[in-house]
């Protein structure tokens, strides 16, 4: 006999129709697969290229995809399919830190603005709204004055960049679960804030945030390019795609697939990410259980 959960409409939906759910939101499978397959190359190439990605050879710069290698060299003679493994990797893995140290910090700061509120509300909203103000890039070449460009700058870059976005979605969230009747309840029963916080209001707004995490994800992506294009990410010879992008401007007329397959790579990360914080929105919206 399989195990019901109750949904929102009051009827009984059994645990495996979730799975059934997921499956037919063509935009979660399509994420996920994208994802999954993108996380997979990263973590390949910390085991494996085709070759050293740093490895010169001058004699095969430029030469197109499957005429050396299976996606061509750049102008230096480096392998491209290598370097697009290892710069998986580099941008995934800032990505990843950088969206998880902001939604812990951020999700801290909204848990706490909800149930403090008052003063400490107007000092943190209004301090949120300075640094949402900053762009990733201009945060970065303030960040790489003090601590010099490398993979540190760039995470904490992009890091402080997502703090007021988990702020201001955790503090709502919190603020419609704290005015649900069964707080009023637990306060009621003599508990304080913080166990109401971990009873009642993380595993209510669990879903929202994970949500938010996915969707940062794609936006870390493309701030990470960006900052490698400028130089204020990894310090060569690190590959990262969006320094394959700006190697890549001089040589667009000759070997234009310089630019179009770490663009190509960037574009599908990001769409990937898109497509499944948009499929686990509606997979997670309790709206939609009953349906």
């Keep these: 006999m399989s195990a019901v959960i109750p949904s929102g409409t009051g009827q009984i939906v ?24 993108i996380g997979a190359i990263a973590l390949l190439s910390l085991v494996w290229t085709p070759l050293p990605p740093g490895k010169l050879n001058i004699v095969q710069k430029l030469k197109p995809p499957l005429a050396q290698g299976l996606l061509g060299t ?5 392998d491209l399919a290598s370097m697009l493994m290892v710069g998986a990797w580099n941008s995934l893995s800032i990505a990843v830190l950088a969206v998880t140290m902001g939604a812990f910090a951020g999700t801290l700061i909204g848990v706490t603005v909800a149930a403090r ?16 103000a900053l762009p990733p890039i ?22 402080v960049f997502m703090v007021p976005v988990f702020a201001r979605v955790t503090a709502s969230a919190a603020l ?12 009621g ?18 879903n929202q945030i994970i949500v938010q995490v996915t969707i940062q994800l794609g936006l870390a992506i493309l701030t990470e390019a960006g900052l490698s294009f400028l130089g204020l990410g990894m ?3 690190a590959p990262t795609w969006g320094r394959m992008l700006a190697d890549a401007q001089t040589y667009l007329g000759r070997a234009p ?24 929105r509606d997979l997670l919206d309790p709206r939609e259980k009953g349906r």
């Design 14 to 37: 059994p645990s495996r129709g979730k799975l059934r759910r997921a499956v037919s939101r063509g935009n979660l499978v399509i994420g996920g697969l994208l994802i999954g397959l």
């Design 74 to 78: 750049d102008h230096l003679g480096r």
């Design 117 to 132: 509120r008052g003063w400490f509300e107007a000092i943190m909203m209004r301090a949120n709204d300075v640094i949402f």
């Design 138 to 159: 201009l945060s970065a070449m303030m960040l790489g004055a003090l601590l010099g460009t490398g993979r540190r700058t760039a995470i904490i870059a992009i890091a």
């Design 176 to 187: 419609q679960v704290l005015s649900r009747n069964y707080v009023l309840a637990a306060r």
């Design 189 to 206: 029963a003599g508990k304080g804030g913080i166990r109401i916080t971990v009873d009642h209001v993380l595993p209510n707004i669990a």
């Design 235 to 237: 310090a060569p010879p």
């Design 257 to 280: 697939w310089l630019a179009i397959l770490p663009g190509l790579a960037i574009a599908l990360t990001v769409l990937g990410f898109n497509m499944l914080g948009d499929g686990l």
